[in-house]
């Protein structure tokens, strides 16, 4: 245990010396570049500078500064240009590390578009009753899960029929809807209860959009992305003799990782999503759950 504490210690300072030295190396290099170029271009032009320096190439040396400060800065963007992101792709079992880290924030923002939303809510449930004993810096938090419409006749879900054509299943989109009620119900609640502590303000809301769960996009405080596909063509059984149906498993999409902290060409993708995912919120229904039995 010791030995590992040691390790966090020394691998924090090297980070620590690592921001400093991204922070300030373009400062101190640049400063050395200007300064050699005024001071050659100083010395072609000022006699006593130039006897004290005794060159003779002073306007040379101060161009040839001048090109090395603009070909510092064109190479800088390059490299930032082609940096690989640290994590490029990662499967959905991983989501709870991006929950955890979008927490730590006072106003958190979760967005979510795809089939159930399972795998975020596992994260979200926790995280969020977490918030009653230690809401952290956390002040608001904004959840935003947007699901097709399993009101509507669908190829995805839905049976496998003869020749692996798609037939559409009322009963097991019924089954999906009942799924994401669930998911809504408990996560309203524990909005509402969090907001009554008057510490926080917490929403979450569920909306249906039309067509199949195509896309699982996860947006995390509108600054990273996640983004995959699902296998449509998964199947599954809900009993070993019973038929088969169409029905994706988000749990083993892997997703793409887009941050704006990372290329120029990521954070433009980050705002495309961003963009897309507000655009069918804007456009999506509000679900219209059946009342469930009294018990």
Same mark, same amino acid.
């Given at each position: 245990m010791p030995n590992g504490g040691n390790g966090? %210690?020394?691998?924090?300072v090297a980070q620590r010396l690592k921001r400093y030295q991204e922070r300030f190396e373009p400062v101190v290099t640049r400063v050395l570049l200007i300064g050699i170029f005024v001071i050659g271009l100083t010395a072609q032009f000022v006699k006593p500078v130039g006897d004290a320096l005794e060159g003779k190439a002073y306007l040379?040396? %101060?161009?040839?500064?001048?090109?090395g400060y603009v070909l510092y800065d064109a190479v800088r963007e390059l490299s930032a240009s082609v940096r690989v992101p640290t994590r490029a792709l990662v499967n959905s079992s991983q989501l709870g590390g991006f929950v955890s880290e979008a927490f730590q924030t006072r106003h958190v923002e979760i967005s979510f578009l795809g089939y159930t939303g399972e795998t975020l809510y596992n994260e979200l449930y926790h995280r969020l009753e977490g918030l009653f004993d230690n809401p952290g810096p956390t002040r608001s938090v904004s959840v935003r899960m947007l699901v097709p419409d399993f009101g509507q006749p669908m190829t995805v879900p839905s049976?496998?029929?003869d020749d692996a054509v798609p037939v559409d299943d009322?009963?097991?989109?019924d089954r999906m809807i009942r799924r994401c009620q669930e998911y809504d119900d408990i996560l309203s609640d524990l909005a509402g209860r969090l907001s009554a502590t008057g510490r926080l303000s917490v929403q979450c809301e569920y909306r249906c959009y039309p067509g199949i769960p195509r896309d699982k996009i996860c947006i995390f405080n509108r600054v990273q992305v996640l983004h995959g596909l699902y296998d449509v063509?998964?199947?599954?059984?809900?009993h070993e003799m019973g038929p088969e149906f169409y029905d994706p498993k988000g749990y083993r999409t892997d997703l793409n990782v887009w941050s704006r902290e990372g290329t120029a060409a990521a954070e433009a993708a980050v705002t495309t999503w961003i963009k897309h995912f507000d655009d069918l919120w804007s456009l999506a229904r509000r679900p219209d759950w059946p009342q469930r039995a009294a018990a």
């Open positions: 966090s %210690a020394e691998g924090g040379g040396g %101060a161009l040839l500064s001048l090109v049976r496998v029929g009322p009963a097991f989109r063509s998964a199947r599954m059984r809900l």
